[in-house]
């Protein structure tokens, strides 16, 4: 009997996108032969698989759980193709699902998430099949599970497109629920400047040294030391307000004068922790040619 490794098993998941233990049987099955098994897997699961593999997945859903007590939050993203599949039925329970599962099985990471038992299958197996019945790519993309210090607010927006879970000391569930609906509005980056990556910040002290610079140039004069870095650090701190949650104005105060800063402080509240998913944020869209689509295909045609 032929022995079944690792790398053979990785290598027909990679080809095929079935799961794991499915590729094991059907190259233990093939006696090793990975054409055999990647037919066999064929057989049981159909090529659609295997064909939407490859394929970029920057549409989906954001799906976020909630406990009554709000003591505790799910939310995961999950992708697809295009906007038409994120709107399935079949699509969203599973996204649902999901969210359910991170919550009360609290799995380490996406791969211990794909393992998890789904109905009368696994979470990974009934991906597998939902690509095979629909005839889309679709992917678990991330997920986090938050133990709240306070309660949580959350909130879903734009079809499920941007998803938030806020953990909020203090204040009450319309305050929670507020902060929540801000974080998907302003989309800070971190709660404070002490959130904020050092590069990113001299980053921005680098820009600012350079527009001042240029200022001066185009000037024709030279501006003194004390200003110069005066001006800098002002531009550091203007863009530090507009990416930390706590610097930024509250989106619910139409005249713009209340920070959330300031909000949390008149309720007694503090943010522990946020969490943000935008679908599809940071993932490279393929832009689609119809024109080249069409001459390719009439070419392969009269070939």
Known sequence: MAEITASMVKELREKTDAPMMECKKALTEAAGDLGKAEEILRVKLGNKASRAAAR???????????????????????????????????FLAFARNLAQLVAARNPADLAALAALPLGNSSVEATRTALIGKIGENMSIRRFARVQASGRIGSYVHGGAKIGVLVDVVGGDELLAKDLAMHVAAAKPKAIDASGVPAAQVESERRIAAEK?????????KEIPADILAKRIEGAVQKHLKEVTLLGQAFVKD?????????????????????????????IERKQADFAAEVAAQAAAARG
Do not use: P, W
């Open 212 to 220: 001042a610079a240029e200022d001066a140039a185009r000037q024709g």
């Open 254 to 282: 139409q005249t713009g004068k209340t920070s959330v800063e300031q909000l949390l402080k008149s309720r007694k509240a503090s943010v522990a922790s946020f969490v943000l998913y935008v679908v599809g944020e940071g």
């Open 56 to 90: 970029v997945t920057a549409e989906g859903i954001v799906s976020v759980e909630v406990s009554a007590d709000g003591k505790l939050g799910s939310i995961v993203e999950v992708n697809c193709e295009t906007d038409f599949v994120a709107k399935n039925e079949e």
